[in-house]
């Protein structure tokens, strides 16, 4: 299987993660291991990499890219919501670094199998972790209507969400929607012809993006670690997030406001009675975005931001 190496952002990161010989790191998204390969070799010869991918596939490729520092790489088939109990059954109180590089990598849309891409005729699956049990064929082929549209419009701001689902519906009902292929003709026949060409994406993106949200709970895992962030990070640790899209970079956001401000007392108590003090902050305000030639040479990169903050 041909993984790439296409880690965006990696120069950025790599600076702002400001590792250093023997420090105890996680990489939480290993994908094609491009991050956990410049992070290990910054953190010999004494180091400790945590890799954690929740797709298998990545995490045999990780064994066989970090093979010649396998002392120094730990190795976890799990989700990035379990790093607490990862590092407590690892005997890990806090660690410097965490990175997380969010959605998927060009593996998955390639060779993935799992009909993540418009453009490969495969099974409409769309698991990174295929221990579980929910698949993109179940949605499309057995949700609702109405659930369909709500899916689109909130996870894909998909505004022709209810032409689509309808159009779903109505192909289902004479056979199964089985391929990822077979599904963008049904959501690119229910599109307006006029919009389809003054788009700048595939007719198909942003469903496609809903459905994977839904099948991988893709936001929800995010906000339950974001929760335990400062408990992770050990003091002047730093958290790194590359995120694709507006949901997940307001998730983080949020969080991170949230651990920024502390105290949660109204603001016209004259006292702070929840006791809670600031836990994190942010290295810059606004999040930091590839450069054009960055973009040009990657268009996956075209709308990531990365956001780095430190346990203070
Ligand atoms: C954009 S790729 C990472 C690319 C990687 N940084 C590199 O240098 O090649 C995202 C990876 O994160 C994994 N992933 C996404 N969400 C995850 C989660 N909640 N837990 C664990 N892994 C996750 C995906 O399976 C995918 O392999």
Not at 235 to 262: P, T, Y
Request: aromatic share 8%; glycine share 6%; charged share 25%.
């Amino acid at each position: 299987m041909g993984f790439e190496h296409t880690s965006v952002l990696s120069q950025e990161v790599h600076e702002h993660q400001e590792l250093k010989p023997g420090n105890i790191v996680v990489d939480c998204t290993l994908g094609g291991s491009g991050h956990a390969l410049a992070t290990i070799k910054a953190i010999l010869p004494d180091g400790k990499l945590i890799g954690i991918d929740q797709d298998l596939d990545a995490i045999d490729h990780a064994k066989k890219v970090l093979h010649p520092f396998k002392e120094n790489a730990l190795l976890f088939h799990s989700n990035f919501s379990d790093l607490y109990k990862i590092l407590n059954s690892n005997g890990i109180e806090g660690v410097n670094s965490i990175l997380l590089d969010l959605g998927f990598s060009l593996n998955q849309l390639k060779n993935g199998k799992r009909g993540f891409s418009f453009n490969e005729n495969e099974p409409l699956d769309m698991r990174m972790d295929i221990r579980n049990d929910l698949t993109a064929f179940e949605i499309v082929n057995s949700f609702q209507k109405n659930e369909l549209v709500d899916i689109f419009f909130k996870f894909g701001e998909e505004k022709f969400s209810r032409r689509i689902a309808k159009k779903i519906v109505e192909t289902r009902e004479k056979k199964p929607i089985r391929t990822s292929v077979e599904l963008a003709q049904v959501i690119k026949s229910a599109i307006p012809a006029k919009f389809i060409y003054s788009q700048r994406i595939h007719p198909a993106t942003r469903v496609f993006q809903a459905l994977r949200i839904v099948v991988n709970k893709e936001l929800e895992r995010l906000e339950n670690f974001m929760e335990d962030v400062p408990s992770l990070l050990l003091e002047g640790g730093r958290l790194c997030v590359i995120s694709f899209h507006s949901l997940e970079d307001r998730i983080v956001k949020k969080a991170l406001r949230k651990f920024e401000n502390g105290c949660t007392c109204p603001k016209d108590l004259p006292i702070c009675l929840c006791g809670f003090i600031p836990q994190m902050k942010s290295v810059f305000r606004k999040p930091l975005v590839p450069t054009k030639e960055e973009i040009d040479s990657n268009p996956m990169a075209r709308s990531a931001k990365l956001r780095v903050a430190q346990r203070v």
